[in-house]
């Protein structure tokens, strides 16, 4: 089927950056679109960003002016840059692939910041 293998987690800062990065193999074909969702402790999982397979983007509401999702369609790679993190934004952070019906799910990468 398809992996998806998330890495770029970590601990930082409150104002501070990560870039996470999640790689996709086994079958990739008709992927029609990878994003990313986080999942705070109490809280439902949320979606953060996505991009299709045109490459247009968008944007959770909160996400908007402090993280970017971009993709590498060589190596079927898609990243999220987090920017001016607060600690509202701890959670562990999922990627996320839609390939035709199915959908698929990375394991996870913890972010937590501090104050």
Known sequence: QLQLVESG???????GSLRLSCAASGRISAINAMGWYRQA???QR??????TRDGSTNYADYAKGR?????????????????????????????????????????????????
């Not at 949320?46 to 991009?51: G, K, L, M, R």
């Not at 993190?85 to 910041?113: F, H, I």
Request: hydrophobic content about 35%; proline content about 3%.
């Open 67 to 115: 993280f970017t999702i971009s993709r590498d369609n060589a190596k079927i790679t898609v990243y999220l840059q987090m920017n001016s993190l607060k600690p509202e934004d701890t959670a562990v952070y999922y990627c996320n692939v839609r390939q035709m019906s199915l959908t698929y799910w990375g394991q996870g990468t913890q972010v937590t910041v501090s104050s």
């Open 41 to 43: 402790p109490g809280k």
């Open 9 to 15: 987690g970590g601990l930082v800062q409150d104002g």
């Open 46 to 51: 949320e979606w953060v960003a996505s991009i």
